[in-house]
């Protein structure tokens, strides 16, 4: 089974922290993607990745950064932490494009409070 | 820019009885995929089933179907002899190429009464 972990389901953080949210497959997927969850506003693309070292930018990537040095490890980053930034966050992983699976595979969640 | 909605906030059902959610998307591509994933309290998404626009016949999943209507840009999902573990959150979800990032709707939650 493909698998993607999330390192903390919970956490709470203090406003001005910088926090650091950590995210591994197992399936050798290529892409990588980091969405946020509030409610009514369903899911929205912060960062994704296709491969090692590249990023690009989603719908709301303002307040946010990631990283990926190795290709089964994708971290996102939030500089200076602030309240608005309280959330769900859901990483997920896939194939490339071409080879015909289009399914995402998505870790449990990431509850952040920022305080 | 692609966009996806689902207009059902909540939506309720009795156990053993059909229901159906809403969605609708818009696009200006020919070829794309559409996807209903099911997200329980345990909040782990898991796919429940998908259609890739180029087939006309509607997907089909156990008790899980769509009725997907491109012209229409419409794509709906059925849930027939509804069970006590359909309850979650549904959400609709586009991408116009394989594996790459989705577009999601704002999600549907369906409670599902004995």
């Known amino acids: 089974d493909v698998k993607v972990t999330q390192s903390s389901r919970y956490l709470v953080k203090r406003t001005g922290e910088k926090v650091f949210l950590e995210c591994v497959q197992d399936?050798?997927?290529?892409?990588m993607f980091w969405y946020r969850q509030d409610p009514g506003l369903g899911l929205r693309l912060i960062y994704f990745s296709y491969d090692v070292k590249m990023k690009e930018k989603g719908d709301i990537p303002e307040g946010y950064s990631v990283s990926r040095e190795k290709k089964e490890r994708f971290s996102l980053i939030l500089e200076s932490a602030s309240t608005n930034q309280t959330s769900m966050y859901l990483c997920a992983s896939s194939l490339s494009p071409g080879t015909g699976n289009t399914e995402a595979f998505f870790g449990q969640g990431t509850r952040l409070t920022v305080v | 820019a692609q966009t996806v909605t689902q207009s059902q906030p909540e939506m309720s059902v009795q156990e053993a009885e059909t229901v159906t959610l809403s969605c609708t998307y818009d696009t200006s591509e020919s070829d794309y995929y559409l996807f209903w994933y099911k997200q329980p309290p345990s909040r782990q998404m898991i796919l429940v089933i998908r259609?890739?626009?180029?087939?006309?016949q509607n997907a089909t999943e156990n008790r899980f179907s769509v009725n997907f209507q491109k012209a229409a840009k419409s794509f709906s999902l059925k849930i027939s002899d509804s069970q006590l573990g359909d309850a979650a959150m549904y959400f609709c979800?586009?991408?116009?190429?394989?594996?790459?990032?989705?577009?999601f709707g704002g999600g549907t939650r369906l409670m599902v009464k004995p």
């Open positions: 979800a586009y991408t116009y190429n394989a594996g790459n990032m989705l577009t």
């Open positions: 259609q890739e626009a180029y087939k006309q």
């Open positions: 399936m050798d997927h290529e892409n």
